[in-house]
Antibody
Framework: ELQVLESGGGLVQPGGSLRLSCAAS????????MSWVRQAPGKGLEWVSS????????YYADSVKGRYTISRDNSKNTLYLQMNSLTAADTAVYYC?????????????WGQGTLVTVSS | QSVLTQPPSVSGAPGQRVTISCTGS?????????VHWYQQLPKTAPKLLIY???NRPSGVPDRFSASKSGTSASLAITGLQAEDEADYYC????????????FGGGTKLTVL
């Protein structure tokens, strides 16, 4: 069964850092683009970052560019999101999402999310 | 302000049909990029509902359908059921943006 499972969320002070992980199973991880999407409390979905199957191409929303780094370890079937210089505006549930089988930019499977709270 | 525009809310009685619109522009939906729809039930993660403009993943009831025309797309739900009460999001790709994966603002469906 296909599964993506996020971890690493928690409470962090403004200006701090956090690294999220997403463990994938049930599919050939190295064949798919992967993404992070976040949802601030009571708000809609916001795409954060995506990475190609090989890891050679990365993409970021303007709101996180220069502060966040997406990466993947295909040998460990794991996706990462390194988040630095965090502010209250980064408080959200962060979802890991798998790209489509047919290659269109989108998300066909989602994790349950991990909550990141930025507060002093 | 979302790149894709959805109505904040829609409602309908059980058994009725409702539609949710998703309006984009010539750099996203109008440029031919696929539109996908996601359903987010209360307190849960989003789930893919429709992909590639009008295709249902396995397990999604045929009460859910979608279409795309020009710079807009729409999701239709027929035979409305109480369990359909959720937030619905459209998503596409925008060639004019450096961060090109774009979502609509979401539509809250209330089953009366």
């Amino acid at each position: 069964e296909l599964q993506v499972l996020e971890s690493g969320g928690g409470l962090v002070q403004p200006g701090g850092s956090l690294r999220l992980s997403c463990a994938a199973s049930g599919f050939t991880f190295s064949s798919y683009a992967m993404s992070w999407v976040r949802q601030a409390p009571g708000k809609g979905l916001e795409w954060v970052s995506s990475i190609s199957a090989s890891g050679g191409s990365t993409y970021y929303a303007d709101s996180v560019k220069g502060r966040y780094t997406i990466s993947r370890d295909n040998s460990k079937n794991t996706l990462y999101l390194q988040m630095n210089s965090l502010t209250a505006a980064d408080t959200a549930v962060y979802y890991c999402a798998k790209g489509f089988d047919y290659g269109a930019p989108g998300f066909d499977s989602w994790g349950q999310g991990t909550l990141v709270t930025v507060s002093s | 302000q979302s790149v894709l525009t959805q109505p904040p809310s829609v409602s309908g009685a059980p058994g009725q049909r409702v539609t949710i619109s998703c309006t984009g522009s010539s750099s996203n939906i109008g440029a031919g990029f696929d539109v996908h729809w996601y359903q987010q039930l209360p307190k849960t993660a989003p789930k893919l509902l429709i992909y590639g403009n009008s295709n249902r993943p396995s397990g999604v009831p045929d009460r859910f359908s979608a279409s795309k025309s020009g710079t807009s797309a729409s999701l239709a739900i027929t035979g409305l059921q109480a369990e359909d009460e959720a937030d619905y999001y459209c998503q596409s790709y925008d060639s004019s943006l450096s961060g090109p994966w774009v979502f609509g603002g979401g539509t809250k469906l209330t089953v009366l």
